[in-house]
């Protein structure tokens, strides 16, 4: 998977958590920088080449489950506002995440050696899109072997944990939606070192994020964004 699509999907990855966001003026973002310190740790993360995972056929459902959730969210700015769409987006997760629970109790979590990184990043973003996995799979991708899950995802489930718990959150992934249809910046610790760790997961620069959520048709608070010093 590219850079650039590896970034769609992360997007989509918060996008699904919010089905109630208001489209906005789109906007063009500058090209990703391939060079960048994030991209090689993403570039490292999925490359495939010569890799041989233990379970093709797990990988191929994980990767159908996959396509199922982002082809619901193919036209989500168009839709947002539609309630009868963020119904059926929501009965959606539910099936796959029930789905994913079936796989976890049989095989464990997906990791890199089991199916790949696509496979693994699959599973990563179904969780993503339902909160009573991502606790025990939080749990379980940490105590995987280094290099096993993405962590670029694992960036983003502690985050969407701590902001759950009312907590600040640590790679600047999360916005929580606002009565007004705006995108808010969660609270953040360390806003400082923001952009280093959001860098050292494959994540990147926040700029960036913001700009692509705008890209997407979202609108965002800029008054709640941090002021971030580059790495």
């Not at 996008?15 to 090209?31: D, F, V, W, Y």
């Not at 947002?80 to 796959?96: E, F, H, M, P, V």
């Not at 496979?119 to 290099?147: C, F, T, W, Y």
């Amino acid at each position: 998977m590219s850079t650039a699509s590896r970034y769609t999907v992360v997007l989509c990855a918060l996008l699904g958590s919010s089905p109630g966001a208001i489209p906005a003026q789109q906007r063009a973002c500058a090209p990703l920088d391939s060079t960048a310190a994030w991209a090689r740790v993403n570039r490292a993360w999925s490359n495939e080449s010569g890799l041989h995972w233990t379970n093709d056929s797990l990988r191929q459902v994980l990767v159908a489950l996959e396509d199922r959730d982002q082809s619901a969210r193919e036209s989500f700015g168009a839709q947002a506002t539609d309630t009868a769409y963020g119904r059926r987006l929501l009965a959606l997760d539910s099936t796959l995440a029930e789905s994913m629970r079936l796989i976890l109790d049989r095989f464990g979590l997906p990791t890199r050696a089991m199916v790949g990184a696509k496979g693994s990043d699959a599973a990563m973003l179904i969780v993503q899109h339902n909160a009573d996995l991502q606790a025990p799979v939080l749990a379980m991708a940490k105590a995987a072997p280094p290099g096993q899950i993405s962590p670029q995802a694992l960036a983003m489930l502690e985050d969407r944990l701590l902001v759950h718990e009312g907590k600040p959150q640590r790679y600047g992934t999360q916005f929580t939606l606002a009565p007004d249809g705006l995108f808010r910046f969660a609270p953040a610790a360390g806003v400082d070192r923001l952009e280093a760790r959001r860098a050292k997961a494959g994540l990147p620069p926040f700029a960036q994020y913001v700009c692509m959520m705008e890209e997407s048709g979202l609108r965002v608070d800029h008054g709640s964004l941090p002021r971030l010093r580059r790495p």
